[in-house]
Structure formats: structure tokens, C-alpha cells
């Protein structure tokens, strides 16, 4: 086994290696998932790991990655992972076995894969490494709160959505393959405010570590409030 010192610096090094790809990979994102995310999310996944008694390499690094692969910011340049081609070539010599955990935490962190996985099987986080949760719930608590209510319309702006339609609901029992047309539906306005109620107020539910689920409570109380004031502001009603 390598020595303390002679593992950290190893690890530092690597971290660096990963940095460096997630700012050339994600460069042309807009502002909701950008390089700035990536190191919030990387210093609340360090975070959790210390609190969990996770692998805090592995969630650095996951971390770091985890947005490189985005369906969202699919550039229709292949099927194989950006992620995984990195690794390969550029993190030769990390153990497979990390490598692979890495992997494993990037391709199912985001909410349409846990849809997935809902519809296939109740007993959904069985599997679940503690290194994976610790790097989702980093992930879900930089989507809620008031730089969540700042991502989504970032987001929405980008994409050209509305922030909001009367008379057009947020959808109800939403599925996978819902969740990924309304994304791409031109006949139904895809809503920033729609977005709140058919994801962000269910992200507190789906925390999955302790610590995570701590964080969350404010900055759930933090969006419900907002959106609660946006609705008295948009009828007029002072």
C-alpha cells in the first residue's frame, strides 16, 4: 500500500487532473450547470462523506464529474461516457475498482435515472454505495433553496421557458419518459414554475443520508415560501 502522504498527494493530483476536464467539458453549459455548480456540489459531497464515513476521494471526484454526461447537454457525439473515456485515459493509474464506483455514481445521480429505477423496483437503494448517496444528496441540495430557485430559472432562461402559464398545471405522477419529453415538448409550455412541484419540493423526501437531510429542510421552507410570494406577486394580490 502507498504511504500516507505519497496517497494524498496521488489523490491531489488526480482531483486536479479531474478539475481541469470539468472546466473544458462543461464550458459552453449556461449558468444552472456550469463549473460553479460542480464546486458546490464538490465541497457539500466532501462535506457529507466526512460526516457519513464515506470515501472522501471517490465523492470528490464523482463530483467533479458527475455533470460531464448530462442528457440535458447531450451533444449526440456517441454513446460512450465522457466520464468513463476520461477515466480510462486520463486516470490510468487509479484502481479499476474506484474508477468504477465513480462511474456507477455519475451515470444513475440524476432524478430521471431514480424515476427509472422507481418504476422497475420499490426496493430502489439497496444497492446504493454510501459514496453515491453522499455525492446525490450534494447534487440535490444544490438544486433546491435560493441558489436552486436561482439554477431553475437560470436554466429556464437558457432554454427560452417561460417562467409561468396560467391555466397549464405541473404535471402529475411523473414518470421517466414524461420528464425527458416535456424537455423536449414544443406544444406544452415547460414552465419554470411547474418545475418546483414536479421535482424540487420532492427532493427533500428523496435524501438519503442524514446529513443531507438536514440541509434540506430550510432550503426546502426556502423555495415553498418563494413560490408561495411569486403566485400573491403575479395575481396582484400584495
Known amino acids: 500500500a502507498m504511504p500516507a502522504t505519497d496517497r494524498a498527494s496521488f489523490e491531489r493530483d488526480v482531483v486536479a487532473r479531474a478539475e481541469r476536464f ?30 457519513e464515513g464515506a470515501n472522501a476521494f471517490v465523492c470528490e471526484l464523482a463530483a467533479l464529474l458527475h455533470d460531464v454526461d448530462d442528457w440535458k447537454y447531450a451533444r449526440g457525439d456517441g454513446a460512450k461516457s465522457r466520464a468513463r473515456t476520461f477515466l480510462e485515459d486520463s486516470c490510468a ?16 445521480i440524476g432524478f430521471k435515472s431514480e424515476l427509472e429505477k422507481a418504476e422497475k423496483s ?10 453515491f448517496r453522499c455525492v446525490q444528496d450534494a447534487d440535490r441540495l444544490d438544486a433546491i433553496g435560493a441558489i436552486g430557485i436561482g439554477r431553475t430559472f437560470c436554466f429556464g432562461g437558457a432554454r427560452g421557458n417561460p ?48 446529513s443531507g437531510r438536514a440541509r434540506a429542510e430550510r432550503r426546502h421552507a426556502t423555495m415553498v415560501e418563494f413560490v408561495e410570494r411569486f403566485h400573491r406577486e403575479w395575481d396582484g394580490d400584495e
Do not use: Q
Open 163 to 210: 417562467m409561468h402559464v396560467p391555466g397549464v398545471p405541473p404535471m402529475v405522477d411523473v414518470t421517466a419518459a414524461r420528464y425527458e419529453a416535456a424537455h423536449r415538448d414544443e406544444t406544452r409550455p415547460n414552465t419554470t414554475i411547474n418545475h418546483f412541484h414536479e421535482k424540487l419540493f420532492r427532493l427533500r423526501g428523496l435524501m438519503k443520508t442524514a
Open 122 to 131: 420499490k426496493a430502489a437503494d439497496e444497492e446504493e454505495s454510501v459514496e
Open 93 to 108: 493509474d487509479v484502481d479499476a475498482a474506484t474508477r468504477e464506483t465513480v462511474l456507477d455514481v455519475c451515470a444513475r
Open 22 to 51: 470539468a472546466r473544458d467539458a462543461l464550458a459552453s453549459n449556461d449558468g444552472s450547470h456550469d463549473l460553479w455548480h460542480v464546486e458546490r456540489v464538490r465541497a457539500s459531497a466532501v462535506a457529507l462523506a466526512r460526516l
